[in-house]
């Protein structure tokens, strides 16, 4: 079982700054690698305070020359909103930077708003990555990229970097021609956010993609399967409260970025409550928060439950300063990936 930190690299209030995120992020990464994580990803989301990070192929490259083994990538390229020359030009260029160190993490976006201000058309996200796809496993398998496609008209074409097998590619949502065409590949995660949910109440949304994998063709007895979790590792109570609070401004931001228009200040996102919320109180006692007992006590079900091969850590949504931050991510490292990785151990066997 792999193991990844996650930076999604938001603002979490008025006072952090872009570049406390950039040396908070720039500091996690290399600590992860020391703590024996096997890879880290970086989000990207444009025009809101969810995120800093539009370019995650930029903080691949910044991350592979702090790094030496660790795996890097973006989970997940908003594939419709680059265009698919460039993209797989630059991928090829973050495989090479990385020197092999790289997974792909690819998705058709779901924000309205990014789609908008890029002109882009929301509803044909999915044909658009189609074929997008096509152009990236062409350029980097042949060093040639060619395509008449209903997007996208690609004249023959030679490409400097190639050669290289399709890198690990992870896939989120649950599209189903895109998950059919993932498990294909015989190459691909999916990938699943578990959110604030247990692991009991997150076994519907594997099963979305897990039906689509089987279409796919894949036979085996555990599908491939991410699952991003929010973390925060600490005894402290007060640091615990502040956790909780920070992950639930996390779940009422990304519902809100549903929205045509999402409700912001500048770029700074509005905490809008929505129907059905868990409280602070509810979030402490099942969120992975808290102690190390207790927050290996509840990815371990979550492993023996959902039976990922992927779990994709995030600890940067409490606004804490970066110490505790930093901190936190030491006694996950430290004190529950062990015990987790006993636990993949004995999936496995």
Sequence with gaps: MEFALF?????NHAEETPGHVFALTSAAVPLAEKLG?????????????????ASPLMMVAHAAALTKR????????????HNPIRMVQEVGMAIELTQGRFWLGIGTGHQPHEFTSYGV?????????????????????????????????????????????????????TDPALLARAARTGNATAFVSQG??????????????EAPWRAGGFTGKDMPLGLQRYVFVTDDAAEQRRAAE?????ARTTLSLRDPVPPRDGVLMRSVPFEGEPSIDWLLEHA?????????????????????????????FTGMEQGKVLAGIERFGRDVLPRLRQEGAALAA
């Design 246 to 250: 920070g992950l639930l401004r996390l």
């Design 121 to 173: 058309d929301l509803a044909a996200r999915t044909e658009i990555m189609s074929e997008q796809w096509d152009i990236l496993e062409q350029g980097l398998t042949t060093g040639r990229i060619q395509l008449d496609g209903k997007h996208f008209q690609v004249p023959d074409s030679p490409i400097c970097i190639h050669g290289h097998p399709m890198p690990p590619i992870f896939i989120p949502g």
């Design 70 to 81: 660790i795996k890097l990538g973006p989970a997940v390229l908003v594939t419709p909103l």
């Design 7 to 11: 930076n999604l690299m938001s603002l």
């Design 288 to 316: 992975p928060i808290g102690s190390a007992e207790k927050v290996a006590r509840i990815l371990a079900n979550d492993i023996a439950v959902l039976r990922p091969s992927h779990f994709s850590i995030y600890s940067g």
């Design 196 to 209: 604030f949910r247990r692991a009991e109440d997150t076994l519907a949304l594997k099963a979305k993609s």
């Design 37 to 53: 994580f096997d890879g880290a990803w970086f989000a990207e989301h444009h025009f809101t305070s969810a995120s800093v990070c």
